[in-house]
């Protein structure tokens, strides 16, 4: 996975774990692209959360946000972050969160 990130341990912009994400491209990624970018444009063709694609592709969270940030910065994926209100995450955010989590 140090290969895969260049190194880095934190993604470039901040980017939280219930960050959803989707596919910016309805093709296939060609060659050009590693394997785990193609990976996850796949799984993105769902919205996902980025601890989903974490779980999925079973790489350390931290890997997972260094790759989708990177994909973003290129205009691979789009993210949503979760709006916060006074700084504190929104109640139902976390408890479907934690439905996803148990599910996996």
Sequence with gaps: MYAVTGGRTAPRTGLAMEALVSSATSARLGMTYTREYRAISELCRQVRSVAEISALLAVPLGVARVLVADMEAD??????????????????????????????
């Design 75 to 104: 205009g691979l994926v789009k993210v949503y972050q979760p709006q916060l209100e006074a700084g504190l995450p929104d109640r139902r955010l976390l408890e479907r969160v934690l439905s996803g989590l148990r599910r996996l």
